[in-house]
């Protein structure tokens, strides 16, 4: 069984930064972040294919998150700046083994971490 562990997260103050990262106990397959609000359904915010040459976003990260990953330590990263109140949200690292490419479909994920919180104040 695949365990994903995220770890990073914290309370930031809006303007800052923060990176989260995601071990896994698997092999190399594409990976994501998804994020939920309070109240709020779970929302893609970033993917990387395996190899980490290709990356995609959701638009109301682009240009501030920045996802990648070393396979060697078997460790995805999310690095986040310039954080905005509205990022507030618990945030999870997930594993598609069926593929190898980037993936924005939370369907297509079978291996999720327990989440990371990550508070913005403003």
């Known amino acids: 069984q695949v365990q994903l562990v995220e770890s990073g997260g914290g309370l930031v103050q809006a303007g800052g930064s923060l990176r989260l990262s995601c071990t896994t106990s698997g092999r190399t397959f594409g990976m994501g972040w998804f994020r939920q609000a309070p109240g709020k359904e779970r929302v893609f915010v970033a993917a990387?294919?395996?190899?980490?040459?290709?990356?995609s976003y959701a638009d109301s990260v682009k240009g501030r998150f920045t996802i990648s990953r070393d396979n060697a330590k078997r460790t995805v990263y999310l690095q986040m700046n310039s954080l905005k109140p509205e990022d507030t949200a618990v945030y999870f690292c997930?594993?598609?083994?069926?593929?190898?490419?980037?993936?924005?479909?939370?369907?297509?994920?079978?291996?999720w971490g327990l989440g990371t919180q990550v508070t913005v104040s403003s």
């Open positions: 990387i294919n395996w190899s980490g040459g290709s990356t």
């Open positions: 997930a594993g598609a083994p069926r593929t190898l490419r980037v993936e924005v479909r939370g369907g297509e994920y079978d291996y």
